[in-house]
């Protein structure tokens, strides 16, 4: 649910990185007992609304010749799209992202048979709403599971964040299908103590904050941390992730795999972050493993 990076890629950007969350730290520290509801308004900007993603031009033409949907999730309408005709694979995209970031799938998993089904998240994109969390995604991405606007749901393939709200929305739907991750977000609560406390929040603040978006939602931060979920999952899950992501670990899903038998891994090098969900061979080994693990009727 955050957009700063972890990682960074050389030393004098580690340094200015450094400096940057030190002048932050002592500020907010400062700030947060002068005056805490400038720091709540601080967080809630930073760190619950996304930046809306603008799809290029060869994007755009992929959007026209989509079906085109809306899904209303908790009085905010999601702005969806759909290829093909086929049982339905449904993608789910990462932080600051958007459905449209799958448009180099549209084109194999529709010759596969399969109907593509891609949406904005909440506060992302042409959706409704001025913020967004794990647990509207994962509302999200349970809604359209159920929605009359796709065809039996065949498979999941998400990215980032969004494979985090996949793995949340398979484990209380219990849905047996066959899920593609890709550079998942596994541990998203560590994610977010991390940043929280490099950035100086108060933890009670932090704290409360959390607790008003389980309440409102009806999860548990702790509870549904994805990689908490996994036990929970009744379907194949294949994990692709590159030895070189700077923004989430692929010890994270090294880990995963080791614990559990259905999960298998691919690694790939040099591809990163985003990169990854362009890659060809990527995208035919996501299709191939639903094909393989789906029930096809």
């Not at 890709?182 to 490099?198: G, N, Y």
């Not at 010890?251 to 090098?269: F, G, N, V, W």
Request: a positive charge.
């Amino acid at each position: 649910m955050t957009h700063k990076f972890r990682y960074s890629k050389n030393n004098s950007t580690n340094v200015r990185l450094s400096i940057k969350r030190s002048i932050t730290f002592v500020s907010v520290s400062l700030l947060s007992f002068i005056a805490p509801s400038v720091i709540r308004r601080f967080i809630l900007k930073q760190f619950f609304i996304p930046i809306r993603y603008i799809p290029t031009e060869n994007e755009q033409e992929y959007l026209v010749k989509a079906e085109q949907f809306e899904q209303v999730v908790i009085d905010e309408k999601i702005k969806c799209w759909k290829w093909g005709k086929g049982p339905s694979i449904l993608f789910a995209h990462g932080w600051n992202g958007s459905g449209i970031q799958f448009s180099s799938f549209i084109t194999d998993v529709v010759n596969s048979g399969f109907s593509l089904v891609a949406f904005d998240g909440p506060g992302h994109g042409q959706s409704e709403g001025n913020r967004s969390s794990y647990f509207q995604m994962t509302n999200s991405v349970r809604a359209l599971m159920k929605s009359d606007k796709l065809a039996r749901v065949a498979g999941t393939i998400g990215h980032s964040f969004g494979a985090g709200a996949i793995v949340n929305a398979l484990s209380k739907e219990n849905l047996p299908v066959p899920s593609v991750l890709i550079a998942p977000a596994l541990r998203i609560k560590e994610v977010l103590d991390d940043t929280f406390t490099q950035y100086g929040i108060p933890l009670q603040l932090y704290y409360n904050i959390i607790a008003e978006y389980e309440r409102k939602y009806g999860y548990s931060l702790a509870d549904d941390n994805p990689t908490n979920l996994l036990p929970k999952l009744n379907n194949p899950v294949l994990i692709i992730h590159d030895t070189e992501d700077r923004v989430i670990p692929v010890s994270d899903s090294i880990q995963a795999e080791s614990m559990y038998d259905y999960i298998e891994l691919h690694q790939t090098k040099g591809l990163g972050h985003k990169r990854i969900l362009a890659d060809q061979n990527v995208i035919e080994s996501a299709i191939q493993f639903i094909r393989e693990n789906s029930k096809r009727s």
